[in-house]
């Protein structure tokens, strides 16, 4: 079966770094665009980074271009996003997501940036 695993959360302080990854299974991921989307308390979901399929296209929310980093590696089926100069309003779960004619999901991992 298809499956998203997210790992890499935890808490950082302001200015600090963390990296996200996505390990998939259970379908052809070099053939799926790969996103990371976040969602904070009280708030909608939001994009936040996208990888094309072939992993030469990437796009990021204007709140953290320059700051956050999306690649993946269709070898090892993952996914990962380096998240750098963190701030608090970054605090959120942050959920990756697999999308070519049906959408997957993972569970999330939480990233709380707090001093």
């Known amino acids: 079966q298809v499956q998203l695993v997210e790992s890499g959360g935890g808490l950082v302080q302001p200015g600090g770094s963390l990296t996200l990854s996505c390990a998939a299974s259970?379908?052809?991921?070099?053939?799926?665009?790969m996103s990371w989307y976040r969602q904070a308390p009280g708030k909608e979901r939001e994009l936040v980074a996208t990888?094309?399929?072939?992993?030469?296209?990437?796009n990021y929310a204007d709140s953290v271009k320059g700051r956050f980093t999306i690649s993946r590696d269709n070898a090892k089926n993952t996914v990962y996003l380096q998240m750098n100069s963190l701030k608090p309003e970054d605090t959120a779960v942050y959920y990756c997501?697999?999308?070519?004619?049906?959408?997957?999901w993972g569970q999330g991992t939480q990233v709380t940036v707090s001093s």
């Open positions: 997501n697999a999308l070519r004619w049906i959408g997957y």
């Open positions: 990888s094309t399929s072939a992993g030469g296209s990437t």
């Open positions: 259970g379908f052809t991921f070099s053939s799926y665009v």
